[in-house]
């Protein structure tokens, strides 16, 4: 019998407010943190917080979902205590609402740079939310935005992260997955891990309020990017896009080159890359 099979389910600890909150010291996100046993899901929740008038850094962290959400009207799926599931509202002042993106790259390399301060292990991300450890999925960022006359008035951006899940033990899973630990081969303290991310998330927010955009990240990003270079196919709401992936512009958009239509800036959408007259994912 090989000792895979013998591993008692890892079943968790809840999650150590103090200590977390100790790790994180003074910060936008220390303000008003919001803690929750369950919850329908922490983006839809904060949501409403947000409609309520709830202040920017509000963050809200559950130990379980009942109706996490992901992109696309996928389900996300994590087990009770052993990973990272949390939202966190941002109301930036005067930024456009096509400049939403900017905040989803930058969490993305927030959370590959927090992973790697805590353990060895090393992040890639697959535009515009994926987070992966080579060719397996960790974790995804649902960003959420309310705004008129083109102004973001919040955002809500939710991140979910396998720390210290067990992929192996659910036979529900939509594509290859991993966790932290799983990579690392040690359980991984939830607590240091999301205050090293958000410490290096509001010092990521700041600059690109200052820049009035992700240019000072965009070297970062295409480096962790796992597919440029390589011939894409982009699902989007109008229609799939072809081509080689270039890189990320300032706004976070995804450049694209084809012969038919040059460069094109895609903002939304599912990437597939295709692998020797085939697709893979990534
Ligand atoms: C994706 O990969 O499609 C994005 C997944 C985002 C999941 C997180 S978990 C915390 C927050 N609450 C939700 O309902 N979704 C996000």
């Not at 983006?43 to 992901?70: H, I, W, Y």
């Not at 295409?222 to 270039?246: C, H, M, P, Y």
Request: positive net charge; hydrophobic residues 35%.
């Amino acid at each position: 019998m090989d000792t895979e099979s013998k591993k008692a389910p890892y079943t968790g600890s809840p999650f150590r407010r103090e200590l977390f909150m100790k790790g994180l010291r003074e910060s936008l996100f220390s303000r008003n943190p919001v803690f929750l046993e369950s919850v329908g899901s922490t983006n839809s929740f904060l949501k409403k917080m947000g409609d309520s008038g709830a202040p920017e850094g509000t963050l809200v962290l559950t130990e379980e979902q009942t109706a996490g959400r992901g992109r696309m009207g996928r389900p996300w799926l994590s087990p009770k205590y052993v990973n990272l599931l949390f939202s966190l509202l941002l109301r930036p002042e005067r930024m456009d609402i096509k400049e939403a993106f900017s905040l989803t790259v930058i969490l993305a390399l927030a959370a590959i740079d927090g992973i790697e301060a805590v353990s060895s292990v090393r992040g890639g991300i697959k535009w515009p939310n994926d987070i992966y450890v080579g060719q397996r999925k960790v974790g995804g960022i649902l960003t959420e935005v309310c705004g008129g006359n083109r102004k973001i008035e919040y955002a809500v951006l939710g991140l979910g992260l396998n720390v210290n899940w067990r992929p192996e033990e659910t036979d529900s899973l939509l594509y290859p997955t991993t966790s932290i630990s799983a990579e690392y081969g040690e359980v991984v303290s939830r607590e240091k891990l999301l205050a090293q991310i958000l410490i290096r998330f509001e010092a990521y927010y700041k600059e690109v309020l200052r820049a009035g955009g992700t240019e000072s990240f965009q070297e970062r990003f295409n480096e962790r990017a796992l597919f440029l270079g390589r011939d894409v196919e982009i699902e989007t709401a109008d229609g799939n896009i072809s081509g080689k992936a270039i890189g990320m512009d300032k706004y976070g958009a995804l450049i694209i080159a084809n012969r038919k239509h040059g460069e094109q800036r895609v903002l939304y959408g599912d990437v597939r890359v295709k692998f020797r007259g085939k697709e893979d994912s990534p």
